[in-house]
């Protein structure tokens, strides 16, 4: 199983997933020409989809899905509430042809060639948000943003992930000395807001166990966080935890805001993407 951010970031986030033949793509938030030369990038192309799955209908993770559902025919996964919202919503997709609207529901499974993806809830000030992780083979990948906060159901889901893509948002000092209005920082530091470096940390630690090999830090915010402040505050306290445990130190990296960032793999294609 592979993975790769296309986007991630206030300003619009997408995430590719893939095995073998199976192509899928979490959220479409940047406009549909740049998630087609991402993929041509990492050797696939837009037609090749078998899904995109919404995490939830806010702008920066559904911008580009209207034109890409049009252009492709290719099927739209999300609550009723996300699907419910994106439509009716400020987010001027278009209309989507009839057929391509799937619903889902947290825990149920969906299968997509070899790769079987299961939705969890989460925090977030949205309709009915969710987030998912990707089974295939053995391997897991879990992505989990766009978290006010996370409970033992979240730290369930996300066990055994040898892929974590995870929400590290905000400092949460450059979030109060800086120029939001009081009723934003609020929010963004509510349960139904983001996590902070820190808590993307303890989240982490968390659910480290042997097999987790790869970390990738996403939905940084633009204005409040910088990639070397998330960095360095989740490898702190990721290396602590390490060191307690006796594991080995996973790959972490932050996920680029502007441009496709490396592919990770797990399984029989690690050696392909390495």
């Not at 991630?8 to 740049?34: E, M, P």
């Not at 057929?99 to 299961?118: D, M, R």
């Amino acid at each position: 199983m592979r993975v790769c951010a296309i986007a991630s970031g206030s300003s619009g986030n997408c995430v590719y997933v893939g095995h073998r033949g199976t192509h899928l793509l979490v959220d479409a938030g940047v406009s549909g020409k740049r998630i087609e030369q991402a993929l041509f990038s990492v050797g696939t192309a837009a037609e090749a989809l078998s899904g995109i799955l919404i995490t939830h209908e806010h702008s920066d993770h559904v911008q580009g899905i209207g034109v890409l559902a049009r252009a492709y025919g290719i099927p739209l996964y999300g609550t009723p509430e996300t699907l419910n919202g994106m439509l009716k919503g400020k987010t001027n997709i278009g209309k989507i042809p009839d057929g391509l609207l799937h619903e889902v529901a947290p825990g149920e499974k969906l299968c997509f060639g070899g790769i079987t993806a299961v939705p969890f809830p989460t925090s977030h000030d949205a309709g009915n948000p969710v987030c998912y992780t990707f089974e295939a083979d053995g391997c897991k990948a879990a992505l989990a943003t766009d978290l006010g906060t996370y409970d033992e159901y979240t730290l369930a889901a996300l066990a055994g992930a040898q892929i974590l893509y995870l929400e590290a948002n905000h400092d949460v000092n450059m979030l109060m000395v800086g120029t939001y209005p009081y009723y934003l920082k609020q929010r963004i530091l509510g349960e139904k807001g983001h996590l902070s470096n820190d808590d993307a940390a303890k989240l982490l630690c968390a659910v480290l166990h042997p097999q987790l090999k790869h970390v990738i830090l996403a939905h940084l915010s633009k204005e409040n966080n910088l990639p070397e402040l998330a960095y360095e505050t989740v490898r702190i306290e990721l290396q602590n935890a390490v060191k307690e445990k006796g594991l080995f130190m996973p790959d972490l990296f932050v996920a680029s805001r502007d441009v496709p960032s490396r592919m990770v793999s797990v399984g029989e294609e690690e050696k392909m993407f390495a």
